[in-house]
């Protein structure tokens, strides 16, 4: 029988179901399978550089339960001596844990809404666009941007400077990215005139995806973006001093696996670093917290793409 985690939620107000990496101490407020789970956390934290103790308690254990079942241990405490044991074990565990549900123009709308008034709007105003795409998965989202700038360079006539940058947590899904390989399953969403201009079959399938047909970006799209694996949490609150600022930051469908407190914090260092009039686009699902909001307009309703506001001594 699987042990996985003690039926209710961590234990004390310290934590509030959080894992905070704190001293042992404090492990006297845990229970005896969170405490374990706390240390199984740590050790990633350590061994890859990936704080997952910002995550969603309920997200972290039922993916969890996916890599003890496959590696046949009873709890937390046993996985951990066989992580210590086999590291080869880290990459599928870090895989599990971190989400990688993406398409070229996934959420076709949204697309549609950057690709007619956001990015038009942003190039007239500014004169640039600067591009972040957080947790870009295999480069299909900031590669469907660069898509769109490639067609209003060529298309439209128009004349900008760029920069698309794409990040993930997991360097093997950058690795993947940077190829340019994906499965027909990967394109459902990519109108046929883009398939057919920016895509060529492949006879190498990718190393992951669905559908019997396999196809490469061109590479002049590919020379487009700029691939680094870095945390979001990371990047944004303890290495804010590094970054510029851009004018169009899509992160979706990142921020749900956060646990609220995190997510405050990660939207305040969003805001931070867009430019006044700049764009934030968000996943479906997510939502901006009340405390950042009115930081923000919505200019379409029920999509969330969001602008924003110019500061009082600006106007």
Known sequence: ?????????????????EYNKKSRKEEVNLSSSDIH?????????????????HYRYATVVRK??????EAACRD???YLAFLKGHPEEMQPLVRTLTIKVSNFFRNPLVFELLNTTV????????????????G?????????????VHELLTQENLSFSYNIQGTDVDPDAIERARTGEYAEGELVETKRRFIDTYFTKSVAPPASGYGSEHYSLNSEIRSMVRFSSSN???????????????????????????NIAMQERIFRALEDILYEDGYLVLGASETMPES??????????????????RSSTAL
């Not at 969890?64 to 079942?69: I, K, T, V």
């Not at 870009?136 to 769109?148: N, R």
Request: include cysteine; hydrophobic fraction near 40%; aromatic fraction near 12%.
């Open 136 to 148: 870009c998965a295999h480069g299909e989202e900031p590669y469907s941007i660069a898509i769109l």
């Open 64 to 69: 969890l339960a996916l890599r003890l079942q």
């Open 232 to 258: 979001i949490i990371d990047q944004l609150l303890y290495k804010r001093a590094y970054m510029g600022n851009y004018n169009l930051v899509l992160c979706r469908n990142v921020l749900i696996y956060m």
């Open 292 to 309: 950042v909001r009115s930081g923000f307009e919505q200019p379409v309703p029920d999509i969330r793409i969001f602008r924003k506001r």
């Open 37 to 53: 789970l706390k240390r199984l956390l740590e050790y990633i934290n350590t061994e890859r550089g990936i704080d997952f103790s």
């Open 1 to 17: 029988m699987v042990r996985l985690y003690h039926t209710g939620h961590f234990q004390g107000r310290a934590v509030k179901r």
């Open 119 to 134: 990015i038009p709007e942003l190039v007239d105003e500014f004169g640039f666009l600067k591009v972040w795409s957080i």
């Open 76 to 78: 937390y405490e046993e």
